[in-house]
């Protein structure tokens, strides 16, 4: 059931309508009722009323029209030909004068605060003055200030309703606004973890691929296991980025848990499978992680891995988890000496450490990388924050 009321859905259809429609309707209406006295002739004489009055009801009608537009300008208008109406002897009685009380509705509900208040003050010492009787003058005072009283309330309602419908916008506007950053921070953390899938996978490809024919004649087996190997990352990089993608369909896709901390120990032996040994070792008491900060874990190591398989020409890697009281540091250590060295144990212009950095910020973590100071080799640490009890 609507909430709104049948009086909110007529005000809203009458809203909608254009102004020159409903103020010409009410000019129309107040027409009428104002000919209404001069529409049958005089009781006791049976002559019909003088021409007079029905020019000057006509007159003081017809520029309600144009209320909106100058509001000023109809008031003057209405009331001062109004004022001619008892000019003529032989004229029906017209106990109130509607369309002046329409005109100064229409002065306190569209016209500016000084114009208004002076122009009000106006019209109620001239009809003080002009009046024959005290309880005319009483009468007249108080229906103008009723109506001005009821065209500032509407004025101010209609503020208020614009105040709100300006606010609901901008609400509109910023939850658009965050919808769209979010959108881009999830376009760029889809984006990172495809990078880190496809250069991880492509890395131990390339590497078995270049071993295999070497070894393909001295060692039948090794060749087979390199080409096992690559068969293998294929797999699990098509895995990830089907269970990936399928988020973006519109249709439902199969889903999957996206690899966490738990995932390490396989994730080292699938890049000890490409030749690079891979140690694994965790130290004090595992504590919950939040997710995010689990899954980034993971993302970490697997660049760390990538990076060193690709560029440091190592034998040997570490990945060591050490849980402190609130804090888990992981450690990604190699032996190498680097290929294509800038002096850090990385090709110049890479990315991975960008990404690295990037992945422990968003969860609160921080991340450094730098040459081992106990031997050769690179070492990257990453602190993440732990869960809250």
Known sequence: MSDLSLIDIVRRRIGALPHLWVDGALTAAILIAQLWPLLSSDERTGVPWDWWGYAVVIAASLPLIWRRRAPIPVLIICLCT????????????????????????????????WQRIVVFAFTIAGGLLLVGSSETALRGTVLFVA????????????????????????????????????????RARIAR???????????????????????????????????????????????QLR????????????????????DLPALADQVSHAGLRVGFASTGRP???????????????????????????????????????????????????????????????????IGIRERATACGGTAVAGRRTDGPGFQVSVRLPLAQA
Not at 161 to 169: N, P, Q, T
Not at 209 to 218: D, K
Not at 221 to 232: C, N, Q, S
Not at 323 to 346: F, M, P, V
């Open 193 to 239: 973890d495809m990078h880190d899938i496809l250069a991880h996978a492509v890395s131990l490809m390339v590497v078995q691929a270049e071993a295999g024919p070497v070894v393909v004649r001295s060692d039948p087996a090794r060749a087979e296991a390199a080409f096992d190997a690559i068969a293998a990352a294929g797999r699990d990089a098509m895995m």
């Open 147 to 186: 109506a001005y009283a009821i065209g500032r309330a509407t004025a101010t309602s209609r503020a208020h309703a614009a105040a709100l419908e300006e606010r609901a916008e901008r609400l509109e506007r910023e939850r658009q606004v965050e919808a769209e950053r979010a959108a881009e921070q999830e």
């Open 287 to 353: 504590r919950p992680v939040s997710p995010d900060c689990a899954v980034a874990a993971y993302r970490v190591t697997q660049e760390a891995l990538t990076n060193i398989v690709k560029h440091a020409g190592a034998n040997h890697a570490d990945i060591r988890l050490t849980w402190e009281d609130d804090t888990l540091l992981l450690d990604i250590t190699d032996d190498g000496r680097g290929r294509a060295i800038n002096g850090h144990g990385l090709p110049s212009g890479g990315h991975g450490l």
């Open 243 to 262: 269970r990936m993608l399928g988020v973006l369909k519109d249709e439902e896709a199969p889903r999957a848990p996206q690899p966490t901390i738990d």
């Open 82 to 113: 109004g004022a001619l109406y008892d000019l003529a002897d032989h004229v029906a009685r017209q106990p109130i004068w509607y369309g002046g009380l329409v005109a100064v509705y229409t002065l306190a509900a569209y016209s500016g605060t």
